[in-house]
């Protein structure tokens, strides 16, 4: 048989109950907390009564500075502690989530990039890849042999050029 739902008015009912005794564990805790802290600082404070020669006075400053000294020193270590025990919690809650296996993969979205940006965006901006591989190949100059060039008398050549009108055609044949 199906369950019979609770009626609107009786929620509403519970629930301000429980907010009742909420309220009231609540105040219950801090009157508590109150007279804990009173109870410390009557046992590790006791009243002060200010001497009234100088010498005197002198101690209790020199006293509550030593006092003052060791409570650093406890609240340092404290702190220390705390930090290496938060750090310690961390790194076992991450070993609980590789343990459990239960990632919370992203969603990966197409990107649609040339090969040429793929490579420069792994292997980042300080390398120049390119995937043109002409462009890679060494550049070799096919040298003309000095012999081939000189087909010609070399007496011949400088006797046209010797003069003015050798100048000329050197002029000539450069532009």
Not at 28 to 38: N, P, Q, S, T
Not at 144 to 152: I, P, R
Request: net charge positive; glycine share 4%.
């Amino acid at each position: 048989m199906a369950e019979k739902k609770m009626s609107l008015s009786r929620r509403n009912q519970l629930k301000s109950l429980l907010l009742l005794i909420g309220q009231v564990w609540l105040e219950k805790e801090a009157k508590e907390a109150e007279e804990e802290k009173m109870k410390h600082m009557e046992e590790n404070c006791p009243p002060l009564s200010i001497p009234g020669c100088m010498q005197e006075l002198q101690e209790l400053c020199r006293k509550l500075h030593k006092q003052i000294d060791l409570v650093d020193d406890e609240r340092y270590d404290m702190e220390l502690k705390v930090n290496k025990t938060n750090k310690e919690i961390d790194d076992l809650k991450v070993k609980i989530q590789d343990l459990n296996g239960k990632f919370k993969k992203p969603a990966l979205k197409k990107v649609r990039m040339s090969a040429d940006a793929l490579l420069a965006a792994l292997l980042g901006s300080k390398h120049k890849v390119s995937m043109d591989l002409r462009a890679n190949l060494k550049q070799v100059k096919k040298e003309v042999k000095e012999e081939e060039k000189q087909t010609g008398d070399w007496r011949k050549n400088i006797e046209d050029k010797a003069g003015m009108g050798g100048r000329k055609k050197m002029f000539e044949t450069e532009a």
